[in-house]
């Protein structure tokens, strides 16, 4: 198998037991409108994946739940033989339903067939991470997570998990976890105006766990923030580019994962995470959150 030699803004960090670049990405917008179906240029889909490697990403983040299945059979159509060093991490705890939304799946049954699919979409003996996602669509939710976690922890004991993380947590939460078994990663909502999980990233990089943002620009809305289009302009980049280069001088653990099906803006975003910024640049930046 081939190796992926990283050389991207930001170094690697070691996710497990496997260095990783800390610029990854997420493969969520691949499937159709709302992350349902295919996507309408397949050829394109396939580029993206089989770029985004040839370019040093070593971390490609998913989930059964994106077409569904759709954008599972894509990393596995684009990139299988995977390389070696490249971690594919993905995400159980829901399922879609007709309507398009995400309901909840967090039952044992539910759990290890999830795990199953992905295994099966995905072309492997074994998946090299498993975020449980918690919550809802509306942020995380305080709630137990002993017996879905502990579930997910057999399967790890039965050689089919290698790594486990926590998405959509609060802090509470990936403590519970934590207290279970070893986690790797914690995804969970955070950018320059929501900023909820400041202590949460200090602690885990004093752990040696990644945290991982995803929606680094606000989200389905993109975040309007005068201080970012300043800094912005100032530095004749784009907002994002100065989102993701800030997420990266945050704090070392942090690992991006920004989507995009389009290969320029693949690379429009790997050139950005490595943007510049000056310690004026951060302070009015870190400002931001108020």
């Known amino acids: 198998m081939t190796t992926i030699t990283p050389d991207l803004p930001g170094g690697t960090w070691t996710l497990g037991n496997t260095p990783v670049s800390r610029v990854g990405y997420g493969a969520m917008q691949l499937a159709g409108p709302w992350v349902m179906g295919p996507p309408s240029d397949r050829a394109a889909a396939l580029t993206v994946l089989r770029d985004a490697v040839a370019s040093g990403i070593t971390h490609i983040d998913t989930a059964e739940t994106y077409g569904p299945r759709v954008v599972n059979e894509l990393i596995r159509e684009a990139l299988y033989p995977y390389p070696e060093n490249l971690v594919v991490a993905t995400k159980v705890g829901g399922r879609r339903d007709a309507q398009g939304g995400w309901p909840a799946a967090r039952t044992p049954d539910e759990l290890r067939q999830q795990v199953d699919d ?86 885990l990089a004093d752990d040696g766990v990644a945290f991982i943002p995803f929606f680094p620009l606000g989200g389905f809305t993109p975040l309007q923030s005068d201080g970012l289009s300043a800094v912005a302009a100032r530095l004749g980049a784009t907002r994002m580019a100065v989102a993701l280069a800030w997420l990266l001088h945050r704090s070392p653990n942090i690992l991006l994962i920004p989507g995009t099906s389009s290969a320029q803006h693949l690379q429009e975003n790997i050139a950005g995470a490595g943007l510049a910024l000056s310690d004026d640049d951060l302070l009015e930046l870190g400002a931001i959150a108020g």
């Open 118 to 203: 992905n295994l099966e979409t995905l072309g492997v003996d074994a998946l090299d991470l498993v975020h449980l996602r918690l919550g809802d669509a509306n942020g995380p939710v305080a709630e137990p997570v002993q017996d879905a976690f502990e579930t997910l922890v057999g399967l790890q004991e039965q050689g089919i998990i290698r790594h486990l993380g926590v998405s959509n947590a609060t802090a509470v939460q990936v403590a519970q976890a934590q207290a279970i078994a070893p986690i790797v990663s914690v995804q969970n909502w955070y950018n320059l105006a929501n900023r909820r999980d400041d202590d949460l990233i200090d602690r």
